[in-house]
T-cell receptor, first 114, second 114 residues
Framework: AQSVTQLGSHVSVSEGALVLLRCNYS??????LFWYVQYPNQGLQLLLK??????LVKGINGFEAEFKKSETSFHLTKPSAHMSDAAEYFC????????????FGKGTRLHILP | GAGVSQSPSNKVTEKGKDVELRCDPI?????LYWYRQRLGQGLEFLIY????????KSGLPSDRFSAERTGESVSTLTIQRTQQEDSAVYLC????????????FGSGTRLTVV
């Protein structure tokens, strides 16, 4: 079975500081990995995804994530936080097979301090 | 359509009543998923349809929950004899059968059982 663990249900960073949201996954087969963002009172939006190829994946709004197979991790980073980054972030995994279901982590709420 | 459409956007129902939630996937997307998001929680997988294959119902929490899909189009999630713990946002997503993995979520139906 696949699973995702997001370390820290709440993370606070100062505006302009590095954002690091941690995600570790468990999968018995090669995974596809995703980060989704949910802004207050809005739906889920795909930030970035890893399927194959380059392990450093760049997404929207300056976010990026690196797939590290040896560490079973897919941490999300952004060099400089903006107030507009305050949201809930979900890491997710699926099997590297066509259209299998996605399993989501419990989410990390990112707070940006002025 | 251009995106995944869900209706109604909000539903308030009395405990014990049945409700139906509707999802219109993106045209051409053969895979369709239902998730539940309780307040302050992550996304809980409910059910997954892929073309004409038997649906993956492994996430349905009880036999009060069921879902149908007509071909590769509209899906309806039915909750019978609603309970207060059913209160949540119900999210639908769709994805293409092959190619780059892209899951697009609808805006959800917020269900409140009173």
């Amino acid at each position: 079975a696949q699973s995702v663990t997001q370390l820290g249900s709440h993370v606070s960073v100062s505006e302009g500081a590095l954002v690091l949201l941690r995600c570790n996954y468990s999968s018995s087969v090669p995974p596809y990995l995703f980060w989704y963002v949910q802004y207050p009172n809005q739906g889920l939006q795909l930030l970035l995804k890893y399927t194959t190829g380059a392990t450093l994946v760049k997404g929207i709004n300056g976010f990026e994530a690196e797939f590290k197979k040896s560490e079973t991790s897919f941490h999300l980073t952004k060099p400089s936080a903006h107030m507009s980054d305050a949201a809930e972030y979900f890491c997710a995994v699926s099997k590297a097979d066509r259209d299998d279901k996605i399993i989501f982590g419990k989410g990390t709420r990112l707070h940006i301090l002025p | 359509g251009a995106g995944v459409s869900q209706s109604p956007s909000n539903k308030v129902t009395e405990k014990g009543k049945d409700v139906e939630l509707r999802c219109d996937p993106i045209s051409g997307h053969t895979a369709l998923y239902w998730y539940r998001q309780r307040l302050g929680q992550g996304l809980e997988f409910l059910i997954y349809f892929q073309g004409n294959s038997a649906p993956d119902k492994s996430g349905l929490p009880s036999d009060r929950f069921s879902a149908e899909r007509t071909g590769e189009s509209v899906s309806t999630l039915t909750i019978q004899r609603t309970q207060q713990e059913d209160s949540a946002v119900y999210l639908c997503a769709s994805s293409p059968r092959q190619g780059a993995r892209g899951y697009t979520f609808g805006s959800g139906t917020r269900l409140t059982v009173v």
